[in-house]
């Protein structure tokens, strides 16, 4: 199994760049450099905020191959692998298994809301066979199921390769009632921006978390003074994200962040795949609003002139 202790801090579900309606692979190895030189703790493939259902199953393992050769060893990729199918899943998880992704982060089956006692088959069925430790990955406002404590705890029991969860819910008590029932080892990353620091107040181990794409630096840092017990720190710097934090879910994500990496230069075009649409002029007044205030677009104006 992976070494478990590299899965912590900062790991950024990466955007998907497309140029006339293709991925831009250049530019995603672009973007996994960038995050690597910024400090990032590891590297997220095929999260939400990469678009995964509007990608073809050749795409989206095509980017985990792709982290993995780039990354080389530097930062651990942690690789999307859940669908609405069983079947596809288990193609993508095998791929990433095959490639060398460092841990698997499934999502819970969206659009069928199945039972808890079928959520616990259909994990075992995806991982019993693979040795790459797994994670869920918890979002019930996209997918329309919950976990509960009780799943939670079956998997573990069933599962040695179960070695945490994304919890992307309004609910810290979930986080307590997990890390209570399972240990202090069991690796909740949050998936909530506004949560970050919080969260890991309470025992979360990282973030995965969508504004990582824009700030890469900072999100490690607050991890960095959370497992420092510099809790001071990370608070100031918890505050310095809010707006950001905030800005990411004016409008669905990945809308606001692609705008907003194309207005700082970290991304050439904010396209996407419909039904997905780019920001509006509205939005992006507002968003320019949020950057301006962060002092993100000065900085932006320096890059571009250097």
Sequence with gaps: ????????????PLIT??????????????????QIAKGTHGILVNGTTAEPSTLTLEERNRLVTLAIETAAGRVPVVAATGSQSLAETDVLTRHAVK????????????????????????????????????????????????VTLDTVRALKEKSRTFVGMKHAVNDLGFVSECLHALGPDFKIFVGLEELSFPMMAVGAC??????????????????????????????????????????????????????????????????????????????????????ERAGLLGAASRRAAS
């Design 17 to 34: 760049p497309f140029v006339g309606g293709k991925v831009d692979y250049a530019a995603y190895e672009r973007l996994v450099e960038q």
């Design 206 to 291: 990282g973030l995965m978390n969508a504004v990582g794409n824009l700030c890469p630096d900072v999100l490690a840092q607050m991890c960095d003074a959370v497992a420092a017990g510099d809790l001071a720190t990370a608070r100031r710097l918890h505050d310095q994200l809010l707006e950001l934090n905030q800005a990411v879910f004016f409008d669905t994500n990945p809308i606001p962040m692609k705008y907003m990496m194309k207005r700082c230069g970290l991304l050439e075009r904010n396209e996407h795949r419909l039904p997905m649409v780019p920001a509006s002029e509205e939005l992006e007044r507002r968003l320019d609003g949020v950057l």
């Design 99 to 146: 490639a060398g992704a460092d841990a698997l982060l499934i999502v819970t089956p969206y659009y069928i809301k199945p039972p808890q006692r079928g959520l616990v088959r259909y994990y075992l069925e995806v991982t019993e066979r693979h040795d790459t430790p797994w994670m869920i990955y918890h979002i019930p406002g996209r997918t329309a199921v919950s």
């Design 1 to 12: 199994m992976t070494d478990l202790a590299r899965l912590k801090g900062s790991i950024p």
